[in-house]
């Protein structure tokens, strides 16, 4: 078989031809040894029965994941629960505090209900002792009686 060699210069134009006898091309053939194809059949016959076995108790093995780390599992849902919770009351704030009026309506309630705390139950000294007894009395209630 001839190959022809064209050389051109930087214009494109013909300088030379060249030609070169070059032998027929041939693919090379890759023959796998013997015992890599059995090794690599042997390693994917252990793999398909390893899969199977698995596959065919999977429901099994997954009700006992879950019988065995159920206490785990149920901690990590009400953490995740919490926290999402936590989130949309966060994002409804926010929204909330998006509104024109609403941020500075809601400081003066705030305000409003300071400074009533404050008339009520800090300026005269026997309104302050009912505080203390009420204050008393619900921690009695919540924590019990520690005397």
Same mark, same amino acid.
């Given at each position: 078989?001839?190959?022809? !060699? &064209?050389?051109?210069?930087?214009?494109?134009?013909?300088?030379?031809?060249?030609?070169?006898?070059? /032998?027929?091309?041939?693919? /090379? %053939?890759?023959?796998? #040894?013997? #015992?890599?194809?059995?090794?690599?059949?042997?390693? =994917? $016959?252990?793999?398909? &029965?390893?899969?199977?076995?698995?596959?065919?108790?999977? $429901?099994?093995?997954?009700?006992?994941?879950? *019988?065995?780390? +159920?206490?785990?599992?149920?901690?990590?849902? =009400?953490?995740?629960?919490?926290?999402?919770? !936590?989130?949309? &009351?966060?994002?409804?704030?926010?929204?909330?505090?998006?509104?024109?009026?609403?941020? /500075?309506?809601?400081?003066?309630?705030?305000?409003?209900?300071?400074?009533?705390?404050?008339?009520?139950?800090? !300026?005269?000294?026997?309104? *302050? +002792?009912?505080?203390? +007894? %009420?204050?008393?009395?619900?921690?009695?209630?919540?924590?019990?009686?520690?005397?």
């Amino acid at each position: 078989m001839t190959t022809e !060699i &064209v050389q051109t210069n930087e214009y494109g134009e013909v300088e030379k031809t060249i030609s070169v006898d070059t /032998p027929p091309m041939t693919e /090379p %053939m890759l023959m796998p #040894s013997n #015992s890599a194809t059995e090794n690599a059949e042997e390693t =994917w $016959t252990t793999f398909q &029965v390893k899969a199977k076995a698995f596959f065919a108790d999977a $429901t099994q093995t997954v009700q006992t994941f879950f *019988r065995e780390n +159920q206490q785990v599992l149920s901690i990590l849902g =009400w953490v995740l629960l919490a926290l999402l919770g !936590i989130r949309v &009351v966060f994002a409804a704030l926010d929204a909330i505090d998006d509104l024109p009026l609403v941020t /500075p309506a809601l400081k003066l309630v705030g305000l409003t209900t300071v400074g009533w705390f404050i008339w009520r139950y800090l !300026i005269r000294a026997n309104n *302050r +002792q009912e505080l203390a +007894q %009420m204050f008393d009395r619900t921690k009695s209630e919540l924590f019990g009686n520690q005397d």
